[in-house]
């Protein structure tokens, strides 16, 4: 079946460490990609997107993300996390067979330790 | 710019009473979309409006649930007769064409006791 991955439910790391949250799709062609980051009980605030181009994107807040065709993934990274950086994460794939939708992986649940 | 607005931001009913939400989008989007977050999960995907047109309609859209999009602007969504699973966040989005600008509201949660 069609999907989106996130594999890591819930990733604990320390103020100023590096990360990387990983995504992988499942769809033949390149769809649209994007990562969004939720704070809870709120809205869904985007990160960044990729459509084309350049592989390696840049998003707000320092958050990158690179596009890896053979691996069918769209990881984000942060070189150094900030405690306000503590929220739900979600990959997301538009596009698919030319539907409008976004779908979306289950998210990431990142705790920052100070 | 003012985003895109939710209304209400939070929803108590009982059980099988009926509900409406209002989703007013980013004035020069002609695209809007409805999704649903369940605790835990990702947002899953409702409907989709090419200005007054409801073009897409998932299977999660039940007899239950109507969207309405009356004049290509603002969109209602209805539940009738609520049930316990229909508890959830429900998000609205709109974008300019295709996934360009594609922007989410803050979501009004419902809550069926």
């Known amino acids: 079946a069609q999907s989106v991955t996130q594999p890591d439910i819930h990733i604990t790391v320390s103020e100023g460490a590096s990360l990387e949250l990983r995504c992988n799709y499942s769809y033949g062609a390149t769809p649209y990609l994007f990562w969004y980051v939720q704070s809870p009980g709120q809205g869904l605030q985007l990160l960044l997107k990729?459509?084309?181009?350049?592989?390696l994107v840049q998003g707000i807040k320092g958050f990158e993300a690179e596009f890896k065709r053979s691996q069918s993934s769209f990881n984000l990274r942060k070189p150094s996390v900030h405690w306000s950086d503590a929220a739900e994460y979600f990959c997301a794939v538009g596009g698919i067979q030319g539907a409008q939708k976004l779908v979306f992986g289950q998210g990431t649940r990142l705790t920052i330790n100070p | 710019d003012t985003g895109v607005s939710q209304n209400p931001r939070h929803k108590i009913t009982k059980r099988g009473q009926n509900v409406t939400f209002r989703c007013d989008p980013i004035s020069e989007h002609n695209r809007l979309y409805w999704y649903r977050q369940t605790l835990g999960q990702g947002p899953e995907f409702l409907t989709y409006f090419q200005n007054e047109a409801q073009l897409e309609k998932s299977r999660l859209l039940s007899d239950r649930f109507s969207a309405e999009r009356p004049k290509g602007s603002f969109s209602t969504l209805e539940i009738q007769r609520t049930e316990q699973g229909d508890s959830a966040m429900y998000l609205c989005?709109?974008?300019?064409?295709?996934?360009?600008?594609?922007?989410f509201g803050s979501g009004t949660r419902l809550t069926v006791v």
């Open positions: 990729y459509f084309s181009g350049d592989t």
């Open positions: 989005a709109s974008s300019l064409r295709g996934f360009y600008g594609y922007t």
